[in-house]
């Protein structure tokens, strides 16, 4: 199973970014698959996570109404749209799959992950 993460970088405060996240050996339709970042000096937290088939879908409370997560099973692609983006938002965000079917924004039930990218929000 190989996640590989592109989109990011660098954005004014109030603006917008989409990441996106290519799978190959891991099919979407199936298991639950989520985004999670990584601010310098915390711990790493969820920020969305959906199973594309039943269309459950989770949002940490900081993120609600500004990011959005989707997914192009034909693709085997994720993506998360982050609009009105705050500085507190800057962190490295990773794509991550699931090895069960709920979504969960518990990173141990996460064991496929990309390989991180940096967005920055300047305020």
């Known amino acids: 199973v190989q996640l590989v993460q592109s989109g990011g970088g660098l954005v004014q405060a109030g603006g917008s970014l989409r990441l996106s996240c290519a799978a190959s050996g891991f099919t979407f339709d199936d298991y639950a698959i989520g985004w999670f970042r990584q601010a310098p000096g915390k711990e790493r937290e969820g920020v969305s996570c959906?199973?594309?088939?039943?269309?459950?879908?989770y949002y940490a409370d900081s993120v609600k109404g500004r990011f959005t997560i989707s997914s192009d099973n034909g693709k085997n692609t994720m993506y998360l749209q982050m609009n009105s983006l705050k500085p507190e938002d800057t962190a490295v965000y990773y794509c991550?799959?699931?090895?069960?079917?709920?979504?969960?924004?518990?990173?141990?039930?996460?064991?496929?992950w990309g390989q991180g990218t940096q967005v920055t929000v300047s305020s």
């Open positions: 959906m199973r594309s088939s039943d269309g459950r879908i």
């Open positions: 991550a799959g699931s090895r069960y079917y709920s979504p969960s924004a518990r990173e141990d039930e996460y064991v496929w």
